[in-house]
T-cell receptor, first 112, second 114 residues
Framework: DGGITQSPKYLFRKEGQNVTLSCEQNLNHDAMYWYRQDPGQGLRLIYY???????QKGDIAEGYSVSREKKESFPLTVTSAQKNPTAFYLC???????????FGPGTRLLVL | GQQLNQSPQSMFIQEGEDVSMNCTSS?????WLWYKQDPGEGPVLLIALYKAGELTSNGRLTAQFGITRKDSFLNISASIPSDVGIYFCAGREAGGTSYGKLTFGQGTILTVHP
């Protein structure tokens, strides 16, 4: 079955630690995105990539980094510079930038 | 920046009732998307609309792209308990960037009483 997978489902971060969230898709989509969802707020775009080896900052990129070495994969690293990392992180993909985005199941990041 | 006004914020209905919710924008959009999200899960795409006036159905769900291109509506007919969740709209501003940034509504929380 085609789809988007995110792992892990839950992730715990210690102070000063970098953590990486995985996002894989087998939909053959060119574009991939990372969003952050906080209670009472809409989805906010962290980073997006329209093509392999290229990515751009979204609205709230500070404290995050990404890579896009393969079409199928778009991992997100939450660095120690992100002072408020506790949130639900959603990965999405679309066949190209102007078509509908499909979301993965999400990763909930908690700070110890 | 662009904001979407989604209403109502919440709805409490009886099983079998029809539901209607809408989103409005302050500028013209060329795409409207409707998603449903269950607690702790990722949003699931329900309906995608790409043309003004377009009316699309997906089972008991029907959505329309407003002819003014500044609004969209989602209707659910004959609601059932599994319709419970958060529904939110997303839109793409006409003339925006090529990567197609989406703007999201704040969501409508739907509760269905058996």
């Amino acid at each position: 079955d085609g789809g988007i997978t995110q792992s892990p489902k839950y992730l715990f971060r210690k102070e000063g630690q970098n953590v990486t969230l995985s996002c894989e898709q087998n939909l053959n989509h060119d574009a991939m995105y990372w969003y952050r969802q906080d209670p009472g707020q809409g989805l906010r775009l962290i980073y997006y990539s329209q093509i392999v080896n290229d990515f751009q900052k979204g609205d709230i990129a500070e404290g995050y980094s990404v890579s896009r070495e393969k079409k199928e994969s778009f991992p997100l690293t939450v660095t120690s510079a992100q002072k408020n990392p506790t949130a639900f992180y959603l990965c999405a993909s679309s066949i190209e930038g102007r078509r509908a985005q499909y979301f993965g199941p999400g990763t909930r990041l908690l700070v110890l | 920046g662009q904001q979407l006004n989604q209403s109502p914020q919440s709805m409490f209905i009886q099983e079998g009732e029809d539901v209607s919710m809408n989103c409005t924008s302050s500028s013209i959009f060329n795409t409207w998307l409707w998603y449903k999200q269950d607690p702790g899960e990722g949003p699931v795409l329900l309906i995608a609309l790409y043309k003004a006036g377009e009316l699309t159905s997906n089972g008991r769900l029907t959505a329309q792209f407003g002819i003014t291109r500044k609004d969209s509506f989602l209707n659910i007919s004959a609601s059932i308990p599994s319709d419970v969740g958060i529904y939110f709209c997303a839109g793409r501003e006409a003339g925006g960037t090529s990567y197609g940034k989406l703007t999201f509504g704040q969501g409508t929380i739907l509760t269905v009483h058996p």
